[in-house]
């Protein structure tokens, strides 16, 4: 019997704010999420290693500390209104709904969108909201965003994002081909005024339909 707490804590410890990444938001957030919960039976009890991890249909549940990296570079704050691609597990969407206020999150596997519903209902996220769908295209009905954060990689920004940011907004995503991909930061400064940094090398599953 594995104790998932004392696993999470070590998580966050040496995983995360030894490199540090010491926003506190950040860290109670990893601390609060039940990683365990969010990564298939099989692989339980490897669900706090310092790694990514196979979900089904050919997807992956980030590592933590990406995933740590991605809500600290958005500077997520409570209230914010968040737009997420690539909902997978679920678990990203439910580190950014214990720091920021709603979470729109969209997934194209239409059985990963149903598992991951309900897996957020179970466990009480009830500011999540997770649309079956295609996400190159943003989500319109809800924009514009605080922040908009993406797990999956394009070769181009999709311009719906970009568009569907808050003048203050922040975009966070793989960019580049497979293989050669960067997590950048987008920071919409204007109306046609972004601002565009690089933080460092991933490795992220393709945005289908977006240009890998
Ligand atoms: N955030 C997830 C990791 C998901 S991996 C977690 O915490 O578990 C990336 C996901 O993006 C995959 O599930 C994949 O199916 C999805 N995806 C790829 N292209 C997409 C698109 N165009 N629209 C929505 N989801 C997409």
Do not use: C
């Amino acid at each position: 019997m594995i104790d998932d707490r004392a696993a999470r804590l070590r998580m966050v410890e040496y995983q995360i704010a030894r490199r540090g990444m010491t926003e506190l938001a950040v860290l109670e957030a990893m601390n609060a999420v039940p990683r365990e919960q969010f990564v298939p039976e099989a692989l339980r009890e490897r669900a706090y290693d310092d790694t990514a991890l196979p979900l089904d249909h050919d997807q992956t549940i980030s590592q933590p500390y990406i995933v740590a990296l991605m809500a600290w570079a958005a500077e997520l704050k409570a209230g914010d209104k968040v737009l997420e691609i690539g909902t997978g597990s679920g678990y990203a969407a439910a580190v950014m709904a214990e720091i920021a206020g709603r979470v729109v999150t969209i997934e194209r596997v239409d059985l990963l969108a149903a598992a991951a519903r309900d897996r957020l209902h179970r466990l009480g996220y009830t500011t999540v909201e997770v649309i079956s769908g295609d996400g190159t295209v943003g989500y319109e009905a809800e924009a514009p965003f605080d922040a908009i954060l993406s797990a999956a990689g394009s070769r181009t920004v999709p311009p719906a994002w970009k568009r569907q940011l808050v003048i203050g907004g922040r975009l966070i995503m793989p960019l580049g081909p497979l293989g050669d991909q960067q997590l950048v930061k987008i920071v919409r400064n204007g109306e046609a005024d972004y601002a565009q940094k690089t933080l460092v090398a991933v490795r992220f599953v393709p945005l289908v339909g977006g240009t890998d």
